[in-house]
């Protein structure tokens, strides 16, 4: 299985800056159709997972452009630019090239 | 609007069986992926269990294989998860989730809730 580890697992941020969370495969997550599966999600406390980038670096319809995924073969990273209060919660990357799916162990963002 | 509802969630006693469905509707089910992910109280997201649109294809996370059977209706649009020989570390929140692209992970449910306890 393709073990995802994310870092930092806790992320205090002062409003206005920005932050960045890495995502690390243990295996390369280039699918053979020459795509990454690669999302990230962000959940707020009692509510279910949110999408918002996937394949890397695709942002989903409705996400600020200050999000923004990077990365490729087993090195990932989400930005958030100019953080605002709703953006607290915790951040997964989930790959999908492999079955079964992983994800990683989430990163909580908190304002300083 | 693409909905996910899950049901069938409670209270049950460990070794006990649970069926779990998800009724889907708001985009064409057929044609994708479909996934249940669970997330135990305080802890993150694991998935558990896919099924390709045929039905034919399943996956499962070693912690469920040979206890629980992923299956799909498409004239209903539904899905299930059959859980048997229930263990008090299924206890979780769990989610159907569905692909509209490949690895998309796209729509998820609210939810239903696995209490295994005695």
Known sequence: ?????QSPLSLPVTLGQSASISCRSSQSLVHGDGN?????????PGQSPRRLIYKVSDRDSGVPDRFSGSGSGTDFTLRISRVEAEDVGVYYCMQATHWPYTFGQGTKLEIK | EVQLVESGGGLVQPGRSLRL???ISGFIFN??????????PGKGLEWVSGIFWHGNN?????????????SRDNVKNSL???????RAEDTALYYCVGDNVPGGADYWGQGTLVTVSS
């Open chain 2, 58 to 70: 399943t996956g499962y996370a070693d912690s469920v294989k040979g206890r629980f059977t992923t």
């Open chain 1, 1 to 5: 299985d393709a073990v995802m580890t």
């Open chain 2, 80 to 86: 299930y998860l059959q859980m048997h020989s229930l």
């Open chain 2, 21 to 23: 469905s998800c009724a």
């Open chain 1, 36 to 44: 990454i599966y690669l999302n990230w999600f962000h959940q707020r």
């Open chain 2, 31 to 40: 044609d994708h992926a479909m996934h249940w992910v669970r997330q135990a």
